[in-house]
């Protein structure tokens, strides 16, 4: 069984900086795509920033400059520091990853919050 779990969320003033985790557990052969998504209150979700096996990088517009995704494939986690946060950065913030485990397919973390207020 495979399990994404986030951390790192939190409450932070505008212009802060937060750091969140998302560490993989179970049985992994490899790990392929992953990316953080974020859903505010009333909104769809969406991608934030995604990283490929060759580190290859994308971003949404909003966060460009900001955001930074890094992947450390040796401990089976990605990270997003997030920079010059913005209250309509607040949301909910999810990691997903394409795993090969005892077959392939995507997983979801279950989210941690991130605040953006004074």
């Known amino acids: 069984q495979v399990q994404l779990v986030e951390s790192g969320g939190g409450l932070v003033q505008p212009g802060g900086s937060l750091r969140l985790s998302c560490a993989a557990s179970g049985t992994i052969f490899r790990m392929y795509l992953m990316g953080w998504y974020r859903q505010a209150p009333g909104k769809q979700r969406e991608l934030v920033a995604a990283i490929d096996s060759d580190d290859n990088t994308n971003y949404a517009d909003s966060v460009k400059g900001r955001f930074a995704i890094s992947r450390d494939n040796a401990k089976n986690t990605i990270s997003l520091q997030m920079n010059i946060l913005k209250p309509e950065d607040t949301a909910v913030y999810y990691c997903?990853?394409?795993?090969?485990?005892?077959?392939?397919?995507?997983?979801w973390g279950q989210g941690t919050q991130v605040t953006v207020s004074a």
């Open positions: 997903k990853a394409r795993i090969s485990s005892y077959s392939s397919k995507d997983y």
